[in-house]
């Protein structure tokens, strides 16, 4: 199969990961910014990672929130403790990404993570010139239920790329649900933190670094 279009998820595959304990810090900040300085350690960490928008409703309803507010908050409180991090060289683009120049094909991003925060590390990295197209979530409630598998911003971002043979690069179980949803195929790479994780999906590929692409995009 020869590919015409790659398309990559970002954290943990072109970029590490962000530590949780930030992500979680984060999210407490935003509920100290509508005043509750002790929420339930229970809602912050559902706020922190997966919320879907029943539960952000839910929650929000507990301490009379109103909801897209505190989601907006929320999502820009998170961006800014990310590009924090990006900033102080905590968080970082892996060593291999310089390969990707010489991938003579369409290249994009797609993440689940905010939009504001894919821009700042595509900026604060200077890696524009690597990719034609880049999505992440825009900053509200409805965007959760857009988040892989659902292959929304993959769609989005294949229209831009006008592809036409197209692989999604991802790190997590949803990357390869997501490629299946939209139809395209799909390749699990091997980052430190997945180097022995079982898979209960089946990739097309499955790839150690970025460095492989050349073969697995010509083969």
């Not at 102080?88 to 310089?98: F, V």
Request: proline fraction near 4%; charged fraction near 30%; charge should be negative.
């Amino acid at each position: 199969m020869t590919y015409d279009t790659v398309v990559f998820d970002n954290d943990g595959v072109l970029v590490g990961r962000t530590r949780f304990d930030v992500l979680r810090e984060a999210t407490a900040e935003t509920f100290a910014q509508f005043g509750v300085t002790d929420p339930d350690p229970d809602h912050v960490e559902e706020m922190t990672i997966g919320a879907t928008p029943r539960r952000v409703a839910a929650v929000c309803d507990e301490y009379d929130f109103d909801p897209d507010r505190f989601w907006r908050t929320r999502d820009s409180t998170v961006s800014g403790a990310q590009q924090e991090e990006a900033r102080a060289g905590r968080k970082t683009p892996y060593d291999d990404i310089d390969t990707l120049a010489d991938l003579d094909i369409s290249k994009g991003i797609v993440s689940s993570n905010q939009q504001e925060t894919v821009d700042f590390l595509i900026d604060h990295f200077e890696l524009g010139d690597l990719f034609d197209t880049a999505y992440g979530r825009e900053a509200t409630i409805e965007s959760l239920d857009l988040r892989k598998p659902n292959p929304h911003y993959i769609e989005r971002a294949l229209s831009d790329l006008d592809a036409d043979s197209a692989l999604f690069v991802g790190d997590n179980e949803s990357d390869i649900k997501a490629a299946e949803n939209a139809g395209i195929d799909s390749a699990f790479i091997r980052r430190p933190h997945r180097r022995d994780w079982d898979l209960n999906v089946w990739p097309t590929w499955d790839i150690e670094s970025l460095d492989d692409l050349h073969r697995v995009c010509s083969a």
